[in-house]
């Protein structure tokens, strides 16, 4: 049979018709719950994007294969994941993913013929991940899904529900009180069309479907406004559905979990389960059968990796859930669902300690390693050319009251009431605000990243540098905060520093993240230093083949080495790179402008107007492309078109232009306006 598997982000079982919903009209889900089994209590293990989904495709937690949150962690090549698995008894293997968090530089692609990633192009400068909306995940799927012979492992993932909640009409208007909520109806409304595709191929019945989400979502439970940070059931408790075919309707009480998923497909597939996996199947659950209880492992480590918060783990067994952090809680789920009444203080606590200490032993690596991917070849050459030093991060391992997630989330809180504070025009109350935070705790990141974003968009860029100095010493393993920091460096124009900085620091994610290569290639650019500039470009490239914002930085280094040493070679890799750029996002004004320019140096006009008229439909504010194409008019002796092409140039960038700039402008345009007079 083949094999579908859904994966809603951010998404609450509480919201579905099926598990009790009267709010939100979910029929699309409902109707599958009503064909398959549905699980009452099934629980994620983590309550973050990347490692759920590692947890499921893996068949094992966080303590074996490493991924504990998104922003440190990829998953290693040595892991065998369901789509390698499935793929190796003559399985079509695709997948399409809404987000971010599961790039394919990530490794979650292991396996798979087909990984569509087509989300766009991330932007670190906003606090929201970039992502593409459910209609379209589904569209791209079904088309794969056309293509098709059986059998057929797919995998969709929609991100919709994640915030911010922004759904599309008709569902913005009809949930404008609760936008998660229209999130949630939208992508219901687009599973109609893969529901659909389905029944009109008779696929339904050659098709197991398992739906479920990576992680729920607080909406203020627990004073925590979204998740990653608790693990309260309203973030890990999440939808699991399977439809089996020819196996009646049914609902299941017993408490499952994702690790769980990867045995359950092996036995009803009928293909041999890999001995490494750590959950059970669930196919005699799945019959109406007992299948015996095993505790479920939990934890939230963003904010300990992150930011060196207090780690947060626990277990889930005979109805009880205990979470261990320096303030213990133990929770009656059976009584207390909602988790109100914290019995920590009735309970002996060295039982639970002992019986979480015996899981982790059990469930991780003998010796666990590194958890990025980069093999040793790789290692050596990034060493060699000064990008990896011997610095390590180094995190605390002794954690007081103080340092308890429960502690320190309010904080977090009170910084997002500031920058809403700043929005709505109250600049100085903000500021102060952010500032006690600052003063009062040391190891809050949004306090310091919201202040600076302030200081910034103030035009006070020295002061708003000076904060993000300060929070890397007090939060140096925070990769948020230095990524921050090299992007307002940049803006500066303090390429050194960047490239200091850079070369100092070690963080997990700078192996594999092609921002930051691309980020350092901008200063060695700047910097005049074009062979380390095209090594880091490069770099940026490899980690990632559809980087436009690369190419064209790459097409600026030979462009300019053109400039400089007049050889052919480095001129057709610069309009390789820019016409790759463009391949990419053919909506690229900037890559435009970089090819109309390298096509102005040699003459070549009609191509150069054709570009830096194209890059001045996409982008009108765009001055370098004004003044490239007033030069290629002046060239083609279109005066007219020239000089007004000059004047929109100064009346948009002309405060932003140095002295000899300003000067050498107003020359041009009085001598070409004298001309035409005379």
Known sequence: MNLLLITIDTLRADRLGCYGSKNVKTPNIDRLAERGILFKNAFAHTSTTLPSHANILIGMTPLFHGVHDNSNFVVREEFLTLAEHLKGFGYATGAAVGAYPLDMRFGLNQGFDFYNDDYGNQNFQ???????????????????????????????????????????????????????????????????????????????????????????????????ETHGYFAYNSTIW???????????????????????????????????????????????????????????????????????????????????????????????????????????????????????????????????????????????KLKSLGYISSRQVIKKENFTRESDVKMLLPYHNKSSEALNLYQAGKVEEAINLLREIIIEKKDVDTSYLNLAKIYKEKGELKNALEVLRLALDHLPSSYEIFLTYVSYLLHAGQYDVVIDVFEKKEYRRMRFDPEIWNSV??????????????????????????????????????????????????????????????????????????????????????????????????????????????????????????????????????????PGERKELDELIQKYRKDMQE
């Open 126 to 224: 906003n606090p929201f991940y970039i992502e593409r909306n459910a209609s379209e995940v589904v569209g791209t799927a079904v088309e794969w899904l056309k293509a098709q012979k059986e059998p057929w492992f797919l995998w969709i993932h929609c991100f919709d529900p994640h915030s911010p909640y922004e759904s599309p009409e008709p569902f913005r208007s009809e949930f404008k009180n609760n936008p998660y909520d229209g999130e949630v109806a939208y992508v219901d409304f687009s599973l109609g069309e893969l529901f659909g595709y389905l029944k009109n191929e008779d696929a339904f019945e050659k098709t197991v479907i398992v739906f479920t989400a990576d992680h729920g979502e607080s909406l203020g439970e627990h004073g925590e």
């Open 521 to 658: 290639g901008v200063a060695y650019l700047n910097s005049g230093k074009l062979e380390k500039a095209v090594e880091a470009f490069e770099e940026a490239i490899s980690l990632d083949g559809d980087y436009p914002v690369a190419y064209n930085n790459l097409g600026n280094v030979y462009f300019f080495d053109f400039k400089k040493t007049k050889n052919p070679g480095a001129y057709q890799n610069a309009l390789d790179n820019f016409k790759k750029a463009i391949e990419l996002d053919p909506e690229y004004a900037v890559a435009y402008n970089g090819l109309g320019g390298a096509y102005l140096l040699v003459g070549h006009l009609d191509g150069a107007v054709f570009c830096l008229e194209k890059a001045l439909e996409l982008d009108p504010g765009l001055g370098y492309a004004l003044y490239n194409l007033g030069h290629a008019y002046l060239l083609k002796g279109d005066i007219d078109k020239a000089l007004d092409c000059f004047d929109r140039y100064k009346k948009s960038t002309y405060d932003r232009l140095s």
């Open 238 to 380: 999440v939808p699991l559905i399977i439809y089996l075919p020819g196996v009646a309707r049914n609902q299941v009480d017993q408490a499952v979990s994702h690790i769980d998923i990867f045995p359950t497909v092996c036995d009803i597939l009928r293909v041999e389960k890999p001995s490494f996996l750590q959950g059970s199947s669930l196919l005699r659950l799945l019959r109406g059968k007992k299948l015996s209880e095993e505790p479920i492992y939990f934890e939230s480590m963003y904010p300990y990796y992150s930011r060196g918060w207090a780690p947060l783990r626990g277990y889930i067994s005979g109805g009880e859930k205990f979470i261990d952090s320096p303030i213990p809680e133990i929770y009656d789920l059976d009584k207390d669902f909602d988790e109100q009444i914290n019995l920590a203080e009735r309970r002996e606590l060295d039982k639970y300690k002992s019986k979480l200490a015996s899981i982790i032993r059990d469930q991780s690596r003998p010796e666990e390693e590194e958890s990025h991917r980069i093999d040793r070849e790789s290692f050596q």
